[in-house]
């Protein structure tokens, strides 16, 4: 029997990274990887001659505008990629009879909430980045709601890419003290267990659709986790706690972004690892 083909969008970005060395890991399905170039998701014509050709059972949405300051002055661009592009992707998964998983954002909450945010809260960001995010979710659920998923996660780290783990190591060995901002509470998200979650999805025997929030165990601040990074890396550089106040962005970020995950770990049998255990193996990785 033929094998089925899981097109990855966005496939060079930190999940799609990710996803790219577990799938050699599961050679039962055929992988389709795309990027900007070979596949630029706001292009609807493209989609759509795209999945004519190669005809995937199931599109893992991993592209995305994701510079998040830069949206503020980009919002157009922001919004035709984040906004629109995810519903086209689900238009065409319902033309050819395919399951979605999109990749969303906890930006689509205001992070004004005490306790973890479940997949039913209210939804209201506030920047740029989380109203296209939020409209993406938004669109794809309304084009194909039977056989689309949307997983919103967080603070997301790997051995790709940029991000704050290895802007951390890189400031540490340049400079003697750095501050980083600690009235943001979160759970880091390593790549590589989101991707393997998405995974635990595709060969799930249950298909549910639905949205769901997935992002490592625990809370900590970036601050808490900079230390962490600290500590494992046996650095000596001194980590200063500063409010966001004092440190501006373009972008408002939320104070909160705390995600329940019950809902995903009972519909997926997931086992969800400690941001701990997601740190170390990513360091791990990076040498
Ligand atoms: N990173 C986080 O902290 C975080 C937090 C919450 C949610 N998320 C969501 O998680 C998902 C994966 O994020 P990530 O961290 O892996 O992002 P990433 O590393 O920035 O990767 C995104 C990829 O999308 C590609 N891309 C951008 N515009 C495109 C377009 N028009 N058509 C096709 N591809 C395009 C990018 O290519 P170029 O490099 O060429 O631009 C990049 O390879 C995204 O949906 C993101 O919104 C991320």
Not at 167 to 184: G, H
Request: with cysteine.
């Amino acid at each position: 029997m033929a094998k089925i083909t899981i097109l990855v969008t966005g496939g060079n970005g930190q999940l799609g990274r990710e996803l790219q060395m577990l799938a050699a890991r599961h050679p039962a399905y055929n992988y389709v990887f795309t990027d900007r170039s070979t596949l630029p998701i706001e292009d609807e014509q493209q989609v759509n001659a795209f999945f004519a050709t190669h005809r995937p059972a199931w599109c893992i949405n991993c592209a995305a505008y994701t510079a998040v300051d830069k949206a503020e002055s980009d919002k157009a661009a922001a919004f035709r990629i984040n906004g629109d592009a995810p519903g086209y992707l689900a238009a065409a998964c319902k033309k050819h009879d395919a399951k979605l998983i999109h990749i969303s954002t906890d930006y689509v909450f205001d992070g004004n909430s005490a306790v973890p945010l479940k997949e039913t809260d209210p939804t209201c960001p506030i920047n740029v980045y989380g109203a296209s995010k939020l409209a993406g979710e938004q669109k794809a659920m309304e084009n194909n709601p039977g056989a689309t998923v949307v997983i919103r996660t967080a603070w997301v780290y790997s051995e790709f890419g940029n991000n704050f783990v290895k802007t951390m190591i890189r400031l540490m060995k340049e400079r003697p003290a750095i501050n980083v901002v600690d009235d943001q509470l979160g759970s880091p998200t390593y790549a590589a267990d989101l991707a393997a979650a998405i995974l635990q999805i595709v060969t799930h025997p249950h298909f549910a659709p639905g949205i769901y929030h997935y992002s490592n165990e625990g809370r900590i601040t970036w601050y808490q986790f900079a230390l962490a990074i600290r500590e494992r890396i046996g650095s000596t550089c001194t980590v200063n706690p500063i409010p966001s106040s004092q440190f501006p962005t373009p972008a408002k970020r939320p104070h909160y972004s705390l995600l329940d995950k019950t809902l995903i770990r009972n519909t997926y049998q997931l086992t969800i690892p400690a941001w701990e255990t997601g740190l170390e193996t990513c360091l791990a990785h990076i040498g």
